[in-house]
């Protein structure tokens, strides 16, 4: 449950995410109807995430994306539900991503530095016992285990 709280946190975070400034700093009060209706279904679905992280079948990407980590040990039945809520999520994430830019007429060469900053968020915000690539290596670590 913690880490349901967490994306719910996270969730809040990302609504108010990025707005460049003239220096290209970022402003934490950007947002849209887009991004209000995105931080919605984030949120809706962050239990559910919470719980493929708990079980260790997914983490956090280093690129601001949840990734799939192992399903060796999911049946059959289950690992197009697993596959499908990733990647709703991950489709989320991505408009997410792109509506801030847009709040923050920036041109889309920039996806790459807002998803790198989520990715942080998402990596700070992650429970201990959560999996997370490393933000360099890319090889997957327990949250409690990332360089401080």
């Known amino acids: 449950m913690r880490g349901a709280m967490a994306m719910l946190g996270l969730c809040v975070w990302l609504g108010a995410f990025a707005a460049a400034g003239a220096d290209g700093t970022l402003d934490l009060n950007v947002s849209t109807p887009a991004i209000v209706k995105l931080r919605a279904a984030l949120a809706a679905r962050a239990e559910a995430v919470g719980k493929l992280k708990d079980a260790a079948f997914a983490g956090e990407g280093r690129e601001g994306m949840l990734e799939i980590r192992t399903l060796d040990k999911v049946e059959l039945s289950k690992k197009k539900?697993?596959?499908?809520?990733?990647?709703?999520?991950?489709?989320?994430?991505?408009?997410?991503?792109?509506?801030?830019?847009?709040?923050?007429?920036?041109?889309?060469?920039?996806?790459?530095?807002?998803?790198?900053?989520?990715?942080?968020?998402?990596?700070?915000?992650?429970?201990?016992?959560?999996?997370?690539?490393?933000?360099?290596?890319?090889?997957?670590i327990l949250a409690r285990e990332l360089p401080k």
């Open 81 to 140: 539900e697993i596959q499908d809520l990733v990647t709703a999520e991950n489709a989320d994430r991505r408009a997410l991503y792109v509506e801030i830019l847009k709040a923050c007429g920036l041109p889309e060469s920039e996806l790459g530095r807002v998803m790198q900053g989520a990715a942080a968020q998402y990596r700070a915000a992650a429970a201990a016992g959560h999996y997370v690539q490393h933000p360099e290596s890319g090889a997957w």
